[in-house]
């Protein structure tokens, strides 16, 4: 169903107001009934009437310098009339409430400074009404131009936190989207890998050592649970990936394929991680994973060396194989892990000269529990 047209935009915050405005009319319309007014008289201020109304409304559906030819026709229609009508003073208060909607700052101030003194113009052709018309102009204009303008600019203020709030809200989105990405990149890739290697690891035993091979058909459906339960976790935000958590599964998914781990000073690890953030203590569970899991996908090696240390306000994990090493490509897993310690106030460094080394280095927290920098 076709609706009909309106006087004014669709804007909540204007409402019926521009409506109300119009009350200042009224002495404008009533100075021809108690003046002695010529048919010639009638005439001009009827057409003052008619002219005013379309450039009033049009005013609402402008903004920015479309509004200044409807400032200054209602300042020519002002200067036109005030000799005639007194209270036609009334346009140039129109004209610098528009001002509000299309310049702001000095500029505004310059545009009503100059509607007050053209007004105060107009108002000395009024002949006996001239010093209620000039008092008129003096006050109201300016008044009136500098609220509409303090509401405009409060507007446009609005308006900017407003887009800066959708806009945070949307990085935000990307970056929760970015984390659950690297996390089940990261959660999953060592998972998958453990159940390919368990997986095939049975097929080859499954003739010659049934039950070694349906012990390792339970691990895989072990891990299987396991990591349904940590992208559960992910998804959700919780973070409860630990040093010690890690270090054990890392033991499990190296054995089975096939690399000796060495991890030093296993009781220092647990002092050294107690000084962590959770934060902190994640991101390096997490970039230690990726070391496991890289080291079982690519680097063909046999001994691997784990080391966690405290060292002064920074706790240093190193994670070094004897494989083929070579040329370390960042990809999505490096990448992530990159991420996650830059957040935690750390630093992170890759080599492939001597097979693969990699070296975390996160703050320990503060006295209060902040991390230290």
Not at 320 to 349: F, H, P, Y
């Amino acid at each position: 169903m076709p609706t009909s047209p309106s006087l004014l935009p669709p804007d909540r915050a204007l409402g019926w107001r521009p409506y109300a405005w119009l009350v200042y009319l009224s002495a404008y319309i009533a100075f021809p009934f108690v003046a002695r007014t010529s048919p010639a008289q009638w005439a001009l201020h009827v057409a003052g009437f008619v002219v005013f109304l379309p450039l009033y409304f049009a005013g609402y559906w402008v903004d920015g310098a479309r509004r200044l030819p409807i400032v200054l026709g209602l300042v020519g229609l002002g200067t036109a009339l005030t000799w005639l009508n007194p209270a036609a003073a009334v346009f140039f208060v129109y004209a610098a409430s528009f001002i509000g909607g299309s310049r702001t700052g000095r500029e505004a101030t310059l545009w009503i400074a100059g509607i007050t003194l053209a007004g105060l113009a107009a108002a000395l052709s009024a002949g006996m009404w001239a010093p209620f018309s000039a008092v008129f102009v003096a006050v109201f204009v300016p008044l009136i131009g500098f609220v509409n303008l303090h509401d405009a600019e409060v507007r446009w203020r609005d308006a900017s936190l407003r887009m800066a709030h959708d806009e945070i809200a949307r990085l935000a989105a990307l970056a929760e989207r970015d984390r659950i990405a690297a996390d089940l990149h990261d959660l999953l890739g060592q998972s998958l890998s453990v159940i390919t290697l368990k997986a095939d690891l049975a097929a080859r035993l499954i003739d010659r050592d049934p039950a070694r091979a349906a012990a390792e058909v339970k691990d895989v459906a072990k891990v299987s649970r396991q990591a349904l339960a940590e992208v559960r976790q992910a998804v959700q935000g919780f973070r409860t990936a630990t040093m010690e958590g890690e270090l054990s599964r890392a033991r499990s998914v190296l054995a089975s394929a096939g690399v000796d781990l060495h991890v030093d000073a296993a009781a220092a690890t647990r002092i050294a991680t107690g000084a962590l953030t959770r934060e902190a203590e994640y991101a390096l569970a997490l970039a230690l994973r990726e070391a496991v899991t890289n080291i079982v996908r690519h680097a063909g090696a046999r001994h691997c060396t784990v080391s966690i240390a405290r060292e002064g306000t920074a706790v240093r994990l190193v994670v070094q194989d004897d494989g083929v090493g070579g040329d370390v490509t960042a990809g999505s897993g490096l990448t992530g892990m990159k991420r996650r310690i830059e957040v935690a106030g750390g630093t992170i460094s890759w080599s492939g000269a001597q097979g693969v080394r990699l070296e975390a280095v996160v703050p320990v927290k503060g006295p209060e529990g902040a991390a230290h920098a």
